[in-house]
């Protein structure tokens, strides 16, 4: 990572109130190199330019950490993509247990050895649909946290991450400019999953123009046994 890019992580990390250490540089510096590297032959991300990276994943992704309870301990990254927010998130809190799920094998496969070759310590990848996992008893209802950054609309979202946070944690969604006709769309879901929407916070991404939403959902109550759906129903028939 040049200096310019350093620097820039760490004034756009303050203006979130986080401090980055130099051994917590060190680790955003070698992720930034490993996915440069794995990008070239299995397209983990369509940003490629350093800068970019920084602050549309990087910066973006620990935009949320302000919003952790102070007794989180656990979180679950719902389509981690090729490690988005959840491993950011993790170079940041570093006491905090993570488990980065996707259903593509390909990112799953890079996940893993960005956590064997940087030693973060209780952090798995898994490699499974979420309305799959959301059945198995040591995942249902298991997380302080359960995060998920523009995989799907939000209907969707809930359907697929609100099963994994236990009752009294949250559901953190992290959206674009335009949420009114998804909250709006999202209100049966959420209710009907044990949740409650406890605040929608603005801001604009540090270092650009970009609209950025963090939606907080509490879990107020066991979500029905039925939910979620089998593979694919959530987003062909979205809670409405």
């Given amino acids: 990572m040049t200096e310019e890019n350093v620097n820039l992580l760490r004034s756009c990390s303050k203006s979130f109130g986080i401090i980055l250490s130099d051994a917590q540089i060190d680790l955003f510096n070698r992720y930034l190199f ?12 369509a940003i490629k330019e350093e800068k970019e990276i920084v ?9 949320v950490v302000p ?14 993509g090729a490690g988005f927010p959840g491993i950011p998130i993790k170079i940041v809190l570093k006491d905090l247990a993570v488990t980065l799920l996707d259903s593509l094998e390909k990112r ?3 996940l893993n050895h960005i956590i064997q070759c940087h030693f973060y310590e209780n952090t798995t990848a898994t490699h499974k649909r979420a309305e799959e996992l959301a059945h198995v008893l040591e995942h249902r209802e298991a ?6 950054r523009a995989v799907a609309p939000l209907p969707v979202l809930c359907e697929y991450v609100i099963p994994f946070v236990r009752a009294g944690g949250y559901f953190i969604a992290m959206k674009g400019s335009d949420i009114k006709d998804e909250l709006k769309a999202s209100e049966k879901a959420i209710n009907v999953l044990g949740g409650s929407i406890e605040g929608i916070n603005n801001f604009i991404l540090p270092g650009t123009e970009i609209k950025r939403h963090i939606i907080l959902i509490k879990k107020i109550r066991q979500t029905p046994t039925m939910y979620p759906r089998k593979s694919g129903k959530p987003s062909r028939s979205p809670l409405q």
């Fill in 34 to 45: 490993e996915l440069t590297e794995w990008n070239k032959k299995f397209n983990l991300t």
């Fill in 55 to 63: 602050l549309k994943h990087f910066i973006d992704s620990i935009s």
């Fill in 67 to 80: 919003y952790f309870p102070k007794d989180a301990s656990s979180m679950i990254d719902v389509g981690s």
């Fill in 108 to 110: 799953v496969k890079f």
């Fill in 143 to 148: 997380y302080d946290i359960g995060i998920s």
